[in-house]
């Protein structure tokens, strides 16, 4: 069964830019969330999306923001990039988004911001 | 909120030495708690799950229990392995009526084993 996969795995911007994003989730799980993770501040949830509705949202600028297909694809976009954007950002899915369910992650992908 | 605190890192420990690393929350009521690792340039991996009061979880050597009463899920191995050297994050996820949640991580810690 293949993992989550998230693409693309490096990126480099620089500020002011805006950029995209992908997660496509373990075949049949629904339940979409993205993480933020920096070596400041550790692993940050910035959302969570089910059935193509954002459920839940961390405390992340509006400049952050995500989507959800409706085959539970989903995409992540950052708009007006700055230099503290720089960080690994992780995909997880699960079945439901039970909160007993784990969540399973993609190897991420690395943005750095010059 | 919600928090996980973890032991600071890193950890340096010779092969077939005892593994411990502490981990302790606050959450309200029963959060279930997950351990997961990460090795260098990957993403996380669950390691190991536990979802109510002295349930154990254990996977690859690695074992840990809930302890309620101390707010505690504490990760052990017997005997770590060169290839046990990674990140260990402690993670928990709220019981809400929803089924919207996210996970609370701890701050992470190194572990290396050393020949």
């Known amino acids: 069964k293949a993992g989550v996969t998230q693409t693309p795995r490096y990126l480099i911007k620089t500020r002011g830019q805006q950029v995209t994003l992908s997660c496509s989730p373990i075949s049949g799980h629904r339940s979409v969330s993205w993480y933020q993770q920096t070596p400041g501040q550790g692993l940050q949830f910035l959302f969570e999306y089910f059935s193509e509705t954002q459920r839940n949202k961390g405390n992340f600028p509006g400049r952050f923001s995500g989507r959800q297909f409706s085959n539970s694809r989903s995409e992540m976009n950052v708009s007006t990039l700055e230099l503290g954007d720089s960080a690994l950002y992780l995909c997880?899915?699960?079945?439901?988004?039970?909160?007993?369910?784990?969540?399973?992650f993609g190897d991420g992908t690395r943005l750095s911001i010059l | 909120g919600d928090s996980v605190t973890q032991m600071e890192g890193p950890v340096t420990l010779s092969e077939e030495a005892f593994l411990t690393i502490n981990c302790t929350y606050t959450a309200t009521g029963y959060p279930s708690l997950f351990w997961y690792v990460q090795y260098p340039g990957e993403g996380l991996q669950l390691l190991l799950k536990?979802?109510?009061?002295?349930d154990k979880g254990s996977n690859k050597g690695f074992e840990a229990t809930y302890r309620k009463e101390t707010t505690s899920f504490h990760l052990e191995k017997g005997s770590v392995q060169v290839s046990d050297s990674a990140v260990y994050f402690c993670a928990l996820t709220p019981i809400s009526s929803g089924s919207a949640r996210q996970l609370t991580f701890g701050s992470g810690t190194q572990l290396t084993v050393l020949p």
């Open positions: 536990a979802t109510k009061a002295d």
């Open positions: 997880a899915s699960s079945l439901r988004g039970d909160s007993n369910q784990p969540q399973h």
